[in-house]
């Protein structure tokens, strides 16, 4: 059964007829580092709570009152942010002491209900019940983020489709590609924004999802951007050559960055203290927990991590054993799907550790003469070296 407030929620969303209703992020939360605190509003549904459209290359924004749970009511903004490689709309300015966003609200229903542009009332569900009944009242299946109850008709954003979405107006201003940086972290944010709690999935899956995501998006830009040079009347052979020469590099640096990019940020999520690309010997790509400790002979060397981030590592294995000489067991992480049993066995004799996200580890042999770890497992063996401290 519902409690008041669900009730409330569900009795105001299907008197006015129209609500959104928004899974609340760390995005929204502010506690990922983006841009600013406040919910994000969905694009495709401005006309419910906007007088201005999503116009690119401006900064719009509205006052508008809201009525929440426990009487207060809010002089907030809708605001529109279409400058740059910005694209959305986001509701904020709540005053102090706001109870309802903040890292412990992530995972909470966000319902607002626009009575006019200017006038909203809104909700916080934290409870299962209060979700599914309302849900269930409004015919609304949401399955990742938001969705939206409009004129009385459910209306919903697959995670996939809120990803294109967001993939397309990213590229869409692009003359350039971005940094390495900026591509990990903006799919970072898409993720946040368009799939529900995914900071709470596994390291394996945020993983494999981050790599393969920014892939997608790569690939979009690199359509835009390369397009009209791939088409062109070459002036000869040497032309040709370099132009995919360029192209092939480009794609090699991003991925192999992409995957260290968001590795670091795994660690990072996960409290693992440590140095990306460390200028110690060899110049490892991760050394936990930093080189600072490393370049410490009193600090135990049993204590110490080498990790060697290789997208493919079928030959390209063997450098990690350069890298880090003080550090005897040396840890690769990697995506490759599946090596052979021979390949295996020549790592695990060069006192190699492999870690592979969970959902590949299907694709190796299943004799495997070494020891093979998940991410999850891996972030659980380096915090055990910290508790034995």
């Known amino acids: 059964m519902a409690s008041p407030i669900g009730e409330r929620a569900i009795e105001d969303a299907t008197r006015y007829g129209n609500a959104i209703l928004k899974f609340i992020s760390p995005n929204d939360a502010g506690i990922t580092g983006s841009h600013q605190c406040g919910f994000y509003l969905p694009k495709s549904a401005w006309e419910l709570y906007s007088d201005f459209g999503p116009v690119k290359g401006r900064f719009?924004?509205?006052?508008?009152?809201?009525?929440?749970?426990?009487?207060?009511?809010?002089?907030?903004?809708?605001?529109?942010?279409?400058?740059?490689?910005?694209s959305e709309f986001r509701l904020t300015r709540f005053g102090r002491d706001f109870p309802w966003l903040g890292g412990e609200t992530v995972g909470n229903l966000f319902v607002l209900i626009p009575m006019t542009h200017t006038e909203f009332r809104a909700y916080v569900l934290d409870t299962d019940e209060d979700i599914e009944d309302l849900l269930t009242a409004l015919g609304v299946q949401i399955t990742d983020t938001w969705g939206v109850y409009e004129h009385g008709v459910p209306i919903a954003e697959t995670e996939d489709e809120c990803l294109e979405r967001k993939f397309r107006e990213f590229a869409a201003p692009?003359?350039?590609?971005?940094t390495g940086e900026v591509f990990s972290s903006t799919i970072r944010e898409f993720l946040e924004q368009c799939i529900r709690r995914f900071s709470e999935q596994s390291a394996?899956?945020?993983?494999?999802?981050?790599?393969?995501?920014?892939?997608?998006?790569?690939?979009?830009?690199?359509?835009?951007?390369?397009?009209?040079d791939i088409v062109r009347n070459f002036r000869d052979?040497?032309?040709?050559?370099?132009?995919?020469?360029?192209?092939?590099?480009?794609?090699?640096?991003?991925?192999?960055?992409?995957?260290?990019?968001?590795?670091?940020?795994?660690?990072?999520?996960?409290?693992?203290?440590?140095?990306?690309?460390?200028?110690?010997?060899?110049?490892?790509?991760?050394?936990?927990?930093?080189?600072?400790?490393?370049?410490?002979?009193?600090?135990?060397?049993?204590?110490?991590?080498v990790l060697g981030v290789k997208r493919t590592c079928k030959d390209r294995w063997r450098q990690v054993l350069n890298e880090g000489r003080r550090v005897a067991r040396k840890h690769i992480l990697t995506t490759q799907r599946g090596i052979t049993t021979s390949q295996m066995r020549e790592m695990n004799e060069a006192n190699?550790?492999?870690?592979?996200?969970?959902?590949?580890?299907?694709?190796?042999?299943?004799?495997?003469?070494?020891?093979?770890?998940?991410?999850?497992?891996?972030?659980?063996?380096?915090?055990?070296?910290e508790r034995n401290g």
């Open 60 to 86: 719009d924004e509205a006052e508008v009152q809201i009525t929440w749970p426990d009487g207060r009511v809010t002089d907030s903004r809708v605001k529109w942010y279409g400058e740059k490689t910005r």
């Open 174 to 178: 692009l003359t350039d590609f971005p």
């Open 204 to 228: 394996d899956d945020r993983l494999v999802r981050m790599v393969d995501s920014e892939y997608k998006l790569f690939q979009l830009i690199e359509r835009q951007i390369v397009q009209p």
């Open 237 to 305: 052979v040497n032309d040709f050559i370099r132009t995919a020469a360029a192209i092939m590099n480009r794609r090699k640096s991003r991925a192999g960055r992409s995957l260290e990019n968001h590795v670091g940020q795994i660690l990072q999520s996960a409290g693992i203290a440590h140095s990306v690309r460390p200028s110690i010997d060899g110049k490892p790509d991760i050394v936990i927990p930093g080189e600072a400790q490393y370049r410490d002979n009193n600090f135990p060397v049993e204590k110490l991590v």
């Open 352 to 385: 190699v550790t492999l870690v592979v996200p969970r959902a590949l580890q299907d694709e190796y042999p299943p004799e495997r003469p070494i020891t093979m770890i998940s991410v999850e497992e891996f972030i659980e063996s380096v915090r055990a070296l």
